[in-house]
């Protein structure tokens, strides 16, 4: 697997997230629309979605909005819990969200409360890809000739081919176009028949969809070190006499007032350059 996550990676703030959809005793005091913060130790979001759970039994019977928290746990908050309750992702608000949700009372008496936890899950972050796309499996001959055979075609797309952390939200994007740009290739191959020059088509094909994956996994480990920037990197620059996380906050506040940088995001994020045969 190339490239794979490093030791260095593993200590990042984003490491590990934990996803819950939850509901609150009443609509949180902020636009219901995205919120998010970038803290010096962690990232949370927050967002209200556009559905209701229709599970019969479900504690959202009454209609309330389900909203999706997403946060970063710190290497310093140990391991998360695989299934994250409410007296946790309260911690998670309470900790890293905005004080207007904040649980305590005394801090803040008309802030919203976490009512119930419909759904959540932990995952790590990795970044890795297979060092090819495409092989043969089922005989050892990959080359034909002397009564060999290259054996079945084999093409890996989607969360076999690739990993890596949800940031731009491609994870799932990636692999859908893996499968589209794959049908016509894949039709060719059948009606032309296994043969080198086939195969050929179809190895090269895959060889642009690592490509186009690399490029991606480059991206979303770009925007994940700059937001879940490691306490090992922070403390190597200790001697700056602002904060590392302070010019990360400042660099990220320019770089969003640039129309040239948001429409470049946009178009990479919209998957418009990923256009394949």
């Known amino acids: 697997m190339d490239p794979g996550t490093t030791l ?14 939850i509901t609150f005793d009443k609509p949180p005091p902020y636009p219901e629309d995205f919120y998010s913060i970038v803290s010096k130790t962690s990232f949370f979001a927050i ?31 140990g391991e998360a819990p695989s299934k994250a309750g409410i007296e946790y992702c309260r911690h998670l608000i309470d900790t890293y969200g905005p004080y207007t949700l904040n649980s305590d009372k005394s801090k803040n008496p008309d802030g919203a409360t976490i009512t119930d936890v419909l759904w959540s899950t932990r995952f790590r972050t990795r970044y890795s890809a297979a060092g090819t796309f495409f092989t ?9 000739g002397a009564g060999g055979s290259r054996g079945a075609r084999v093409c890996l797309i989607g969360d076999a081919a690739h990993v890596h952390p949800p940031a731009g939200g491609q994870g799932m994007n990636l692999g859908l176009r893996d499968g589209i740009s794959l049908g016509p290739v894949i039709a060719s191959a ?6 080198p020059e086939s195969d050929e088509k179809v190895r090269a094909h895959m060889a642009v969809r690592r490509e186009r994956a690399l490029k991606v996994i480059n991206i979303t480990r770009t925007m994940s070190h700059t937001v879940g920037m490691s306490p090992l990197l922070q403390s190597k620059f200790w001697w700056l ?37």
């Open 190 to 195: 059948i009606t032309a028949g296994s043969s």
């Open 8 to 21: 260095e990676e593993a200590a990042n703030n984003l490491a590990q997230m934990v996803i819950a959809d």
């Open 47 to 77: 967002l209200p979605l556009e559905y209701r759970y229709p599970t019969d039994g479900s504690k959202d019977t009454q209609g309330k909005t389900i909203y999706r928290l997403a946060c970063g746990v710190p290497p310093s908050e």
């Open 136 to 144: 043969y499996f089922g005989n050892d001959t990959k080359e034909a």
């Open 241 to 277: 006499p602002i904060p590392l996380y302070t010019i990360r906050d400042w660099g990220l506040w320019m770089l969003s007032k640039s129309s040239f940088v948001r429409e470049t995001l946009a178009y990479q994020f919209a998957g418009l350059e990923d256009r394949v045969m």
